[in-house]
């Protein structure tokens, strides 16, 4: 399986981190590196395709094969780079640089359990138990569902031949996504009544994504909390490398 991993730099990024996000030094290591080797290490995986531009990149991963993409103007824009240099494959996985948590067993079990659930598109989401209790100092934003409190994850099986449903899905999400107004207008009264009253349950989501946009997808209840923990802000430097 190859794997997309986003690296791309927004100007907010450069502004908070001084520079390139994906390279800041944790214990003295860039965090892409350590994302990198972890997927080097998951046997599913037979090439990374990085999309960014990352000054010095050649360095930072010295010893690991990867394939380098110019990023585009948008996250959107970059998966689809990615996709298109993978080729035909039937299942792809995106990851992002931001996860220096993440390790080679996790992925490899994530990768097994989206190949089973054979959806277009598998997506980790998290308890906020779970989270607490892994990393209590890490601070994450969760949404109510009928079930509990969840967080995403920041990896993601897909099935290209479904892009062309997805990218529509996606583009919107990504331009609208600090806009409650226009979000509320795309998903609709229905499924944002139930959320804002917290009886929305996760079958109940999977199933209108399905019917709304013509595409299979599934919501996978994961413990591993390191799938879920990026790091977005420089404060958090310190907190992570007490983790690594």
Do not use: W
């Not at 990085?50 to 103007?73: A, C, F, M, Q, R």
């Not at 079958?203 to 977005?232: G, T």
Request: charged share 30%; proline share 5%; aromatic share 8%.
């Amino acid at each position: 399986m190859k794997v997309i991993l986003l690296a791309g730099g927004s100007p907010k990024d450069q502004i908070e981190f001084d520079g390139y996000k994906s390279i800041i030094k944790l214990k003295g290591i860039s965090m892409i590196r350590y994302v990198v080797d972890a997927l080097s290490s998951t046997d599913d995986i037979e090439e990374i395709i990085i999309v960014g531009n990352i000054p010095d990149l050649p360095s930072v991963l010295d010893g690991n094969t990867y394939k380098l993409l110019e990023e585009g103007p948008t996250i959107m824009d970059n998966v689809l780079r990615g996709l298109d240099f993978a080729g035909d494959e039937d299942f792809i996985l995106i990851a992002t640089c931001d996860i220096p948590l993440i390790k080679g067993d996790i992925i490899k079990g994530f990768i097994e359990e989206g190949i089973k659930a054979d959806v277009d598109l598998f997506y980790p989401i998290i308890d906020k138990e779970t989270c607490i209790n892994g990393y209590p100092d890490i601070k994450r934003t969760f949404a109510s569902l009928r079930e509990g409190e969840f967080t995403g994850g920041n990896l993601i099986l897909l099935k290209p031949k479904a892009i062309s449903k997805i990218e529509r899905v996606g583009r919107y999400m990504i331009d609208n996504r600090k806009n409650p107004l226009k979000m509320s207008a795309f998903f609709g009264l229905g499924i944002i009544t139930k959320f804002l009253t917290k009886t929305l349950s996760i079958a109940q989501l999977e199933e209108y994504i399905e019917d709304r946009f013509d595409i299979s997808a599934k919501a996978y209840h994961c413990k591993n909390p390191e799938i879920c923990h990026d790091l977005d802000d420089p404060k958090e430097i310190e907190i992570f490398e007490k983790y690594l």
